[in-house]
């Protein structure tokens, strides 16, 4: 009988899986799986022998009273615990994301942070948007807030009515998210408290955690846009300088043409130095002369003789 059921439930609910695999686990209890119009109850009284079926995108899986299931996406690489009165749906595994919708319960989750591909993991509560892509959390949902513990890693929780309202929890913090509030503060959770929410069967535990005041959406919204946008205004580039006019360069004075005449010697001598070697030239002038005369007159004699 069980073969069968199993067998049934395998065609019903695994004609596709959207190229991944995902698959739910009924380890103990009982649920309901609906996907469109068509309804199934899976009951299981043996968590030694968990009931698995194959899980379709758009399927709700709507967990009863003292019941445990187990979600497992991308072959292990995402898993998701979920606990009693719990609504769940998977709505989108994509390469680059998985979409998960919890409006209200409780879950641990695990996104296995040394996997190849870095996909963002979403989960959407009616109050809260958390997204992370590599951590462990534990999360609460129902009565307009959602309570969310950080195990290992960061989560980044936003307010579902204003995306940009968003904090960063990291390990061993929880916060809070209220309809009309922004998330409060993160708060250092002590590790009984810890173990306490993991293990607990409700999301009631969240309420021994004492979180501090949070701010009121509109006002939290306006700060996060001012915020945004002196970010904006810091990262964009500064205007270039308009280049200076450069003054026009004065025209180069035509080179002097080359010229062959001899620079006039400034006359630099004493005064009356040129007067003396003039008379002392035309006295040698003189002398020459008388010398010539004497020459000729000698040779006339020697002629005669």
Do not use: C, Y
């Not at 615990?81 to 994509?94: G, P, Y």
């Not at 919890?102 to 958390?130: E, L, S, W, Y």
């Not at 001012?226 to 280049?243: G, H, L, R, V």
């Amino acid at each position: 009988m069980r073969f069968g059921l199993t067998l049934l439930l395998i065609l019903f609910l695994a004609p596709q899986i959207w190229g991944q695999e995902a698959l739910l686990e009924l380890i103990k209890g009982r649920l309901k799986v609906q996907r469109g119009t068509e309804v199934r109850f899976l009951t299981n009284d043996d968590p030694e022998t968990p009931l698995r079926v194959e899980l379709l995108e758009k399927t709700k899986v709507q967990t009863g009273a003292e019941t445990q299931a187990l979600v497992t996406l991308r072959r292990g690489e995402e898993v998701i615990q979920l606990r009693s009165h719990s609504l769940f749906s998977v709505d989108q595994v994509k390469d680059e994301e998985t979409q998960i919708r919890m409006p209200v319960g409780k879950a641990q989750f695990r996104v296995d942070p040394n996997r190849k591909i870095k996909r963002r993991f979403v989960v959407r509560t009616p109050t809260a948007i958390v997204g992370v892509k590599g951590t462990e959390f534990v999360m609460g949902a129902g009565d307009g807030q959602t309570s969310m513990l950080t195990l290992s890693g960061t989560v980044e929780m936003a307010s579902a009515e204003a995306p940009k309202v968003q904090i960063a929890v990291p390990a061993g913090q929880a916060s809070k998210l209220e309809v009309g509030s922004a998330p409060t503060p993160p708060v250092a959770v002590p590790p009984e408290l810890q173990t306490s929410i993991v293990e607990s069967d409700s999301s009631e535990t969240f309420t021994a955690v004492s979180f501090p005041p949070a701010q009121p959406i509109e006002e939290a919204a306006a700060q996060a846009e001012q915020e945004e946008a002196a970010a904006e205004e810091d990262a964009a580039p500064a205007e270039e300088a308009a280049p200076a006019e450069e003054a026009p360069a004065e025209e180069a004075a035509p080179a002097e043409e080359p010229t062959t005449e001899q620079p006039a010697v400034e006359n630099t001598l004493p005064e009356g130095l040129l007067e003396d070697v003039s008379d002392q030239a035309n006295d040698a002038v003189d002398s020459v002369q008388e010398t010539e005369k004497a020459v000729r007159l000698t040779i006339e004699r020697a002629n005669q003789q």
